[in-house]
């Protein structure tokens, strides 16, 4: 068998390149975010929202955890070596994003409340629910239908799933609470972005190979899918916010995500809702800037590699 290398220099696959050098570029680690700050904060919190933070982070570390590897499924059976490598390069990222939660872990809770919430994690239904029925993709992909439906599942994931979580530490870093663990999820959020812009964009282009009849029913099938997981995404979010009166906006701002994972595949909103629709403070954690920790720490030292960074606007993918 010829073995192919990666030739980076071939100027056709410039959108390929700008989203390696993106995504290298919005390097991090949760040292540099002065987590402990939050402690104090924390502390004070009502109990419930205490519990629903806890039970958040520890939900958005199971769908980090099983992605770090599910993206490489997906990786060693795409042929594009520049697909290939940038799936990779993101799965690095979900292992960061995997080991960001226990830092905060590490500074809110005690070791037997951590066992607790890694064990909620096993037992919760609605949440090994939602995280197996897109592994389930991952694990059987037998052709490129298959490969396909598999990447439709890490569009959900990247685009859909972890948006019921990021709520609530989006709602209180907007209003100046736990502002340091606040700024880990906005760094998540905006690699997340990322992801979703690049599997859409990958999931396009295998499409290209089918003809018209099956580019149809694929696109169908992607639609039903991603209903199907917006409504398990309903059911864990009124588990996460059952105690919170919250659940209405968390369920609008799953929408809104959906329509955005949605368009990254050129396929029109499910929803009638717009941006305007969304909490402000909530969108403005959306917004991938990184103002809010600079606003609030006095510390982060290291986190000037971060800020330095050009925020991620789409238009950079247009091509
Ligand atoms: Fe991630
Ligand atoms: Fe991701």
């Known amino acids: 068998m010829r073995r192919k290398a990666i030739n980076w220099n071939d100027i056709e696959n410039k959108f390929y390149d700008d989203i390696y050098k993106k995504q290298a570029e919005q390097y991090w680690l949760p040292e540099e975010i002065p987590v402990n700050d939050d402690k104090l904060v924390y502390d004070n919190l009502d109990k419930d929202i205490k519990e629903a933070y806890e039970h958040i982070l520890a939900g958005l570390t199971l769908l980090d955890t099983e992605q770090t590897v599910g993206i490489t499924e997906i990786a060693k059976r795409v042929d594009n070596l ?12 979900e292992s960061i994003h995997a080991r960001s939660y226990s830092t905060i872990f590490q500074t809110l809770c005690n070791t037997k409340r951590i066992d607790e919430l890694f064990l909620w994690v096993e037992n919760t239904k609605e949440l090994q629910k939602k995280v197996n029925n897109i592994i389930s993709k991952y694990q059987n992909i037998n052709d490129d239908e298959d490969l396909f439906m598999a990447m439709i599942g890490s569009l959900c994931l990247e685009g859909i799933c972890f948006y019921s979580g990021f709520y609530l530490p989006l709602w209180l870093a907007g209003q100046g609470k736990m502002v ?33 009849n099956k580019k149809e029913e694929l696109n169908k099938k992607a639609i039903s899918m991603i209903k199907e997981v917006y409504e398990v995404e309903v059911e864990y979010s009124k588990v996460l916010y059952e105690k919170l009166p919250y659940i209405d906006e968390v369920i609008t701002y799953i929408q809104f995500n959906v329509n955005y994972a949605l368009s990254c595949i050129d396929l029109e909103p499910m929803f009638d809702i717009t941006e305007n629709d969304v909490n402000p403070i909530v969108m403005n954690g959306y917004s991938t800037e990184t103002k809010t920790h600079d606003f609030f720490s006095t510390k982060g030292n290291g986190y000037i590699k971060t800020t330095k960074v050009e925020e991620l606007e789409d238009e950079d993918f247009y091509f």
């Open 82 to 93: 520049f697909q290939k490598s940038i799936l990779t390069l993101f799965a690095g990222f």
């Open 180 to 212: 340091n663990s606040g700024e880990i999820i906005n760094l998540i959020l905006r690699d997340e972005k990322l992801h979703t812009i690049g599997v859409g964009f990958f999931a396009k282009e295998l499409l290209k190979k089918f003809d018209e």
